[in-house]
């Protein structure tokens, strides 16, 4: 049998068995693995344990930065420190609505922009800032619309972008140079999406809304919510200022000595067994995701299924690609998640490479339009996970729909990025 | 220098210990059938690193 | 017991199932020892240690094998093993370990580098364990690897790779890539240090031409050619001239960029009297549009995946159905670096490099690596060494 049915076949079996389980509502994950040793069976490798477990060890650190990221999180957001932070910006600042959703914003992108997850983003300020947006007299809509658009673009933003890490990683390219071709795009993307959606409305009502934030604990200030941020910077700037006299700490034990310090400067007293806990429970369904995304990407790659994809995808006309962008990047994302950026990334910056664009800001532009792809079913966990915690209790469509304006300018953004990267190589400052 | 170095490794190396523990309480705790072998997938890497297989 | 509790006691052995076979698998491969018979013209074997003690009992203490010759000449210096997932940068070493005789001048052979990198396999590749030369007595196994160090002996990584002295930030993982950690650091990673105390050998011995030996995907531009520091430009152009004409194959030449750091060809020059020359021979078991990865492709190098890329002219080596045999690659390391040996005694007659018994491009092909290889059974046990 030649290289070309014999891949093609196993694809087939993959795909077939991830639509069976998905039919029958087994997770995302499950169904990644299912795909994964129905492919390996297919191609004749019978189930190898060796390449099962090394596949799933492919994204350790990364799920190590997830849980120390989060874990910091979890515990700023126990001890009082989250919902000092919102109760603070809104009475300061209820009176100007453009600064309000500017700050609002930026409380947004924090979490996702430094864990690279958007869930965690919904889940440690989301909530907060759908009740302060509320008050704004902005619908439910559109509250979830905006939470889950910057939610997403968190995500992508640096320093922590796991779709631009892994495809830079699945080619053999420094993740150097990313920081603004991705920072840039994130920030105009959210603010244009905030205004958008959240200009209009009423005066804020900062009784009401003051009623219904958590109180934080009489003895939170600002002092100690911004010493564990600067413990973790100041580890950032120690490894880049001294890094030939200092040792390496590597980015989840940085988290991790935030973490510390935000549980130890708590004005409550803390269960940090529990909040582990619950962190590994809440982020069960990512760090499963990337084991069961490594394993499936091992098999794809020992059948040669991923080489198929890619000398695919590497051979098809440029333009069906550059129009193809808005399309196949979200759906690959609510299929795969962030298999994605390994299965369908790896090989469009080979593309753009060989065509001669730049591959850090055209593999920028991707991962901008990626997380809109969390929405949509078969797996849509951002935006479930969204609806859920802004209390949107009208039909999923019509969450869609509202964010429809937002999500095609983000996706005009992001093919302009790759079209153009050539141009915009200056944003790498390399 | 060398021992400050060893000292982090150390220090991953006792998190990874204590991710393990998190997850197999959890892993116990757990109801539902998926999340159980869920769990099981996602502690096979952390074993892999703490028993210094791979 | 309730149905839950049963459940999970299922899952978690069907979850070690799975886990142990693995675990024996990982620690095999770590622990594979790949015997060395050595040649009669090996004089002496040292270790990595002996010229930088920090890395003494680490898994980066590699063994140096030296070749004294008959008339005194320049010494020549062949790393093999930078990256451990590119065999023929082993196997072409190997050839010489086993066979050289230096009749002028002095040989000093690596194999394993980066021995770290050679213990374990790259995640997310599907790479086979290992894999196995045929030879008339059986057969002899390698150690497949991997192009960085094992995060078993060098964990965790930076948030970024602030390379030492330059400063250029590069990838975090490739503060475990051996060519991207030249020219060392004392008081750094144990790559770091490997590369320091390379260099150290490379100032001790008075190295004067420095080869490091690699293979690359056909998608990648620098391939089938001799990188050199600015000192082995008229080096390289002569020995690329020479195998073009004389052996059949093609073979170009590229300047070692300045401001690119790390790498061998640059710092190697540029800390050491050494001329530093890497060779790239063609690899398409590291493309990314390779189909099925199997012990077969690796040493036979055919692929139709890689051949259709070529077809749409993505690659910058050309491929048909013969593929690219391990032979070949390794018959291609082993004629460049005899004409480098040839074209530099041309220009230094006194100090000349002369090595016999080591077969050449067309030689290696039709005879096949392992007839070059001896049964480590039928050999003196003193004479044999186990990297």
Same mark, same amino acid.
């Given at each position: 049998?030649?290289?070309?049915?014999?891949?093609?076949?196993?694809?087939?079996?993959?795909?077939?068995?991830?639509?069976?389980?998905?039919?029958?509502?087994?997770?995302?994950?499950?169904?990644?693995?299912?795909?994964?040793?129905?492919?390996?069976?297919?191609?004749?490798?019978?189930?190898?344990?060796?390449?099962?477990?090394?596949?799933?060890?492919?994204?350790?650190?990364?799920?190590?930065?997830?849980?120390?990221?989060?874990?910091?999180?979890?515990?700023?957001?126990?001890?009082?420190?989250?919902?000092?932070?919102?109760?603070?910006?809104?009475?300061?600042?209820?009176?100007?609505?453009?600064?309000?959703?500017?700050?609002?914003?930026?409380?947004?992108?924090?979490?996702?922009?430094?864990?690279?997850?958007?869930?965690?983003?919904?889940?440690?300020?989301?909530?907060?800032?759908?009740?302060?947006?509320?008050?704004?007299?902005?619908?439910?809509?559109?509250?979830?619309?905006?939470?889950?658009?910057?939610?997403?673009?968190?995500?992508?933003?640096?320093?922590?972008?796991?779709?631009?890490?892994?495809?830079?990683?699945?080619?053999?390219?420094?993740?150097?140079?990313?920081?603004?071709?991705?920072?840039?795009?994130?920030?105009?993307?959210?603010?244009?999406?905030?205004?958008?959606?959240?200009?209009?409305?009423?005066?804020?009502?900062?009784?009401?809304?003051?009623?219904?934030?958590?109180?934080?604990?009489?003895?939170?200030?600002?002092?100690?919510?911004?010493?564990?941020?600067?413990?973790?910077?100041?580890?950032?700037?120690?490894?880049?200022?001294?890094?030939?006299?200092?040792?390496?700490?590597?980015?989840?034990?940085?988290?991790?000595?935030?973490?510390?310090?935000?549980?130890?400067?708590?004005?409550?007293?803390?269960?940090?067994?529990?909040?582990?806990?619950?962190?590994?429970?809440?982020?069960?369904?990512?760090?499963?995701?990337?084991?069961?995304?490594?394993?499936?990407?091992?098999?794809?790659?020992?059948?040669?299924?991923?080489?198929?994809?890619?000398?695919?995808?590497?051979?098809?006309?440029?333009?069906?690609?550059?129009?193809?962008?808005?399309?196949?990047?979200?759906?690959?994302?609510?299929?795969?998640?962030?298999?994605?950026?390994?299965?369908?990334?790896?090989?469009?910056?080979?593309?753009?490479?060989?065509?001669?664009?730049?591959?850090?800001?055209?593999?920028?532009?991707?991962?901008?339009?990626?997380?809109?792809?969390?929405?949509?079913?078969?797996?849509?966990?951002?935006?479930?996970?969204?609806?859920?915690?802004?209390?949107?209790?009208?039909?999923?469509?019509?969450?869609?729909?509202?964010?429809?304006?937002?999500?095609?300018?983000?996706?005009?953004?992001?093919?302009?990025?790759?079209?153009?990267?050539?141009?915009?190589?200056?944003?790498?400052?390399? | 220098?060398?021992?400050?170095?060893?000292?982090?490794?150390?220090?991953?190396?006792?998190? +990874?210990?204590? #991710?393990? $523990?998190? %997850?197999? /309480?959890?892993?116990? =705790?757990?109801?539902?059938?998926?999340?159980?072998?869920?769990?099981? +997938?996602?502690? #096979?890497? $952390?074993? %892999?690193? /703490?028993?210094?297989? =791979? | 017991?309730?149905?839950?509790?049963?459940?999970?006691?299922?899952?978690?052995?069907?979850?070690?199932?799975?886990?142990?076979?693995?675990?024996?698998?990982?620690?095999?491969?770590?622990?594979?020892?790949?015997?060395?018979?050595?040649?009669?013209?090996?004089?002496?074997?040292?270790?990595?240690?002996?010229?930088?003690?920090?890395?003494?009992?680490?898994?980066?203490?590699?063994?140096?094998?030296?070749?004294?010759?008959?008339?005194?000449?320049?010494?020549?210096?062949?790393?093999?093993?930078?990256?451990?997932?590119?065999?023929?940068?082993?196997?072409?070493?190997?050839?010489?370990?086993?066979?050289?005789?230096?009749?002028?001048?002095?040989?000093?052979?690596?194999?394993?580098?980066?021995?770290?990198?050679?213990?374990?396999?790259?995640?997310?590749?599907?790479?086979?364990?290992?894999?196995?030369?045929?030879?008339?007595?059986?057969?002899?196994?390698?150690?497949?690897?991997?192009?960085?160090?094992?995060?078993?002996?060098?964990?965790?990584?930076?948030?970024?790779?602030?390379?030492?002295?330059?400063?250029?930030?590069?990838?975090?993982?490739?503060?475990?890539?051996?060519?991207?950690?030249?020219?060392?650091?004392?008081?750094?990673?144990?790559?770091?240090?490997?590369?320091?105390?390379?260099?150290?050998?490379?100032?001790?011995?008075?190295?004067?031409?420095?080869?490091?030996?690699?293979?690359?995907?056909?998608?990648?531009?620098?391939?089938?050619?001799?990188?050199?520091?600015?000192?082995?430009?008229?080096?390289?152009?002569?020995?690329?001239?020479?195998?073009?004409?004389?052996?059949?194959?093609?073979?170009?030449?590229?300047?070692?960029?300045?401001?690119?750091?790390?790498?061998?060809?640059?710092?190697?020059?540029?800390?050491?009297?050494?001329?530093?020359?890497?060779?790239?021979?063609?690899?398409?078991?590291?493309?990314?549009?390779?189909?099925?990865?199997?012990?077969?492709?690796?040493?036979?190098?055919?692929?139709?995946?890689?051949?259709?890329?070529?077809?749409?002219?993505?690659?910058?080596?050309?491929?048909?159905?013969?593929?690219?045999?391990?032979?070949?690659?390794?018959?291609?390391?082993?004629?460049?670096?005899?004409?480098?040996?040839?074209?530099?005694?041309?220009?230094?007659?006194?100090?000349?490099?002369?090595?016999?018994?080591?077969?050449?491009?067309?030689?290696?092909?039709?005879?096949?690596?392992?007839?070059?290889?001896?049964?480590?059974?039928?050999?003196?046990?003193?004479?044999?060494?186990?990297?």
């Amino acid at each position: 049998m030649n290289m070309f049915t014999y891949t093609e076949i196993i694809l087939g079996v993959m795909v077939l068995v991830y639509i069976l389980a998905k039919i029958f509502k087994i997770s995302t994950e499950l169904s990644m693995l299912a795909a994964a040793l129905a492919g390996s069976l297919a191609g004749g490798f019978g189930i190898p344990p060796r390449q099962i477990a090394e596949g799933s060890i492919t994204y350790l650190d990364i799920n190590l930065i997830f849980i120390t990221a989060t874990l910091f999180m979890n515990i700023l957001k126990e001890s009082g420190g989250i919902a000092f932070v919102v109760r603070g910006i809104l009475k300061k600042f209820h009176k100007n609505r453009a600064l309000l959703l500017i700050l609002l914003t930026f409380l947004l992108l924090v979490p996702g922009a430094l864990t690279g997850a958007g869930s965690v983003t919904v889940l440690i300020t989301g909530g907060m800032v759908a009740v302060v947006l509320n008050y704004m007299g902005i619908s439910k809509s559109k509250t979830a619309a905006i939470i889950f658009i910057i939610a997403g673009l968190s995500a992508a933003a640096p320093p922590v972008s796991l779709w631009a890490m892994m495809t830079a990683a699945g080619v053999n390219m420094p993740y150097v140079g990313f920081f603004m071709p991705l920072l840039i795009p994130c920030v105009v993307a959210a603010l244009i999406t905030i205004f958008l959606l959240g200009w209009k409305g009423e005066d804020t009502n900062i009784e009401k809304a003051l009623q219904e934030l958590p109180l934080p604990p009489d003895k939170m200030n600002w002092f100690k919510v911004i010493l564990p941020f600067f413990v973790f910077l100041f580890f950032i700037f120690m490894g880049r200022q001294w890094p030939h006299s200092t040792p390496i700490i590597g980015l989840p034990l940085m988290f991790l000595f935030a973490a510390l310090t935000s549980f130890l400067l708590s004005p409550v007293k803390l269960n940090f067994i529990k909040i582990s806990r619950d962190t590994i429970e809440q982020l069960l369904p990512l760090i499963g995701t990337l084991t069961a995304v490594g394993i499936l990407i091992q098999i794809m790659t020992l059948t040669g299924v991923r080489g198929l994809l890619a000398v695919t995808a590497v051979t098809l006309p440029v333009t069906l690609v550059f129009a193809g962008l808005f399309l196949m990047m979200p759906v690959s994302e609510a299929i795969l998640m962030y298999g994605a950026a390994p299965v369908i990334g790896v090989p469009l910056v080979l593309l753009f490479n060989t065509i001669g664009l730049n591959p850090i800001v055209a593999l920028a532009g991707l991962s901008v339009i990626w997380p809109l792809g969390d929405a949509l079913p078969p797996t849509a966990i951002i935006g479930r996970l969204t609806v859920q915690v802004v209390g949107y209790e009208d039909s999923y469509t019509k969450f869609l729909k509202t964010c429809i304006v937002p999500a095609v300018l983000i996706m005009i953004i992001g093919t302009v990025m790759v079209i153009f990267s050539k141009h915009l190589g200056f944003l790498t400052g390399l | 220098m060398d021992f400050l170095t060893t000292i982090v490794t150390i220090l991953y190396y006792l998190f +990874i210990a204590y #991710i393990v $523990f998190i %997850l197999v /309480l959890n892993l116990i =705790k757990s109801k539902t059938w998926e999340k159980e072998i869920l769990y099981i +997938i996602v502690l #096979i890497p $952390f074993l %892999l690193r /703490l028993f210094r297989l =791979k | 017991m309730n149905i839950s509790a049963i459940r999970k006691i299922i899952f978690s052995a069907i979850g070690l199932i799975l886990f142990i076979p693995a675990g024996i698998s990982f620690y095999q491969s770590r622990h594979l020892k790949e015997p060395v018979v050595l040649s009669p013209g090996v004089s002496t074997v040292k270790r990595l240690s002996d010229y930088f003690p920090a890395i003494k009992g680490s898994t980066d203490d590699c063994h140096i094998y030296f070749f004294e010759g008959k008339e005194k000449g320049a010494t020549l210096m062949i790393l093999g093993g930078t990256h451990p997932e590119e065999p023929a940068g082993r196997l072409a070493p190997w050839l010489f370990a086993e066979n050289a005789v230096m009749e002028k001048g002095r040989l000093i052979v690596v194999l394993s580098a980066n021995r770290s990198a050679s213990t374990v396999t790259r995640i997310g590749g599907g790479y086979p364990p290992d894999f196995t030369i045929p030879t008339a007595w059986g057969g002899q196994k390698f150690r497949m690897g991997d192009r960085w160090s094992n995060p078993l002996d060098q964990w965790p990584d930076p948030e970024v790779y602030i390379h030492y002295p330059s400063n250029q930030n590069l990838a975090y993982v490739d503060i475990r890539n051996l060519n991207r950690t030249w020219p060392g650091r004392p008081n750094g990673t144990l790559t770091e240090k490997t590369t320091y105390a390379f260099m150290e050998l490379i100032r001790k011995e008075n190295v004067d031409i420095f080869i490091d030996l690699h293979e690359a995907e056909l998608q990648y531009p620098v391939i089938s050619t001799i990188v050199t520091h600015e000192k082995g430009q008229e080096l390289a152009t002569m020995v690329s001239m020479m195998l073009t004409d004389m052996e059949g194959f093609n073979i170009g030449t590229e300047f070692s960029p300045k401001n690119l750091h790390g790498l061998s060809h640059r710092e190697v020059g540029d800390y050491s009297n050494a001329i530093s020359l890497l060779f790239e021979a063609p690899e398409p078991f590291l493309d990314a549009t390779r189909g099925k990865t199997t012990r077969e492709q690796l040493l036979t190098g055919k692929d139709a995946f890689v051949m259709k890329a070529g077809e749409h002219g993505l690659l910058f080596e050309k491929i048909d159905e013969n593929g690219w045999p391990i032979d070949v690659r390794v018959g291609r390391h082993t004629s460049t670096i005899l004409q480098t040996m040839e074209s530099w005694t041309e220009d230094h007659p006194k100090k000349p490099l002369v090595c016999r018994n080591i077969p050449r491009y067309a030689e290696v092909i039709e005879k096949g690596i392992g007839t070059y290889l001896h049964d480590p059974k039928k050999a003196n046990s003193k004479r044999v060494v186990f990297e």
